[in-house]
């Protein structure tokens, strides 16, 4: 496995760990899991909280959905980092993220909670 490819699973999959281990630690971290909360007020990208942005990709909705980004990051991230390197590969991978993560709010109805790493 490559070192860029196998640093991004072990981050994201770390991630979604501690969220099962400690309770609230995503809403705690002001990631996406609460972005519509008890206060009936939606808080996210459209409210200033721009690091949505990207820590939208350390979220997941379910283990299926965490086992089927990371089978795909593994696949595609091991012969793409391989193909042209750390540096672009990890390039491309976060431009990925905040393309996809603007794609969502565009297109995404606004009262509508995006998660994952599939961008």
Same mark, same amino acid.
């Given at each position: ?13 770390? =991630?979604?760990?501690?969220? %099962? /281990? !400690?309770? &609230? ?8 899991? $609460?972005?519509? #909360? +008890? ?28 086992? =089927?980004?990371?089978?795909? %990051? /593994? !696949?595609? &991230? ?8 750390? $540096?672009?590969? #990890? +390039? ?28």
């Amino acid at each position: 496995m490559r070192p860029t490819t196998k640093t991004l699973i072990t981050i994201i999959s770390g =991630f979604y760990l501690a969220c %099962l /281990l !400690v309770p &609230g630690l995503e809403e705690n971290l002001f990631l996406i899991k $609460k972005a519509i #909360l +008890s206060d009936g007020q939606i808080h996210g990208v459209a409210t200033g909280e721009y690091w949505r942005i990207l820590t939208v990709a350390l979220t997941h909705g379910s283990v299926m959905h965490l086992f =089927f980004n990371m089978y795909a %990051l /593994l !696949v595609l &991230g091991n012969s793409l980092e391989s193909a042209i390197g750390q $540096k672009k590969f #990890l +390039s491309i991978f976060v431009i990925s993220q905040i393309g996809a993560s603007f794609a969502s709010i565009y297109f995404g109805a606004i009262n509508v909670v995006s998660v994952g790493a599939s961008g």
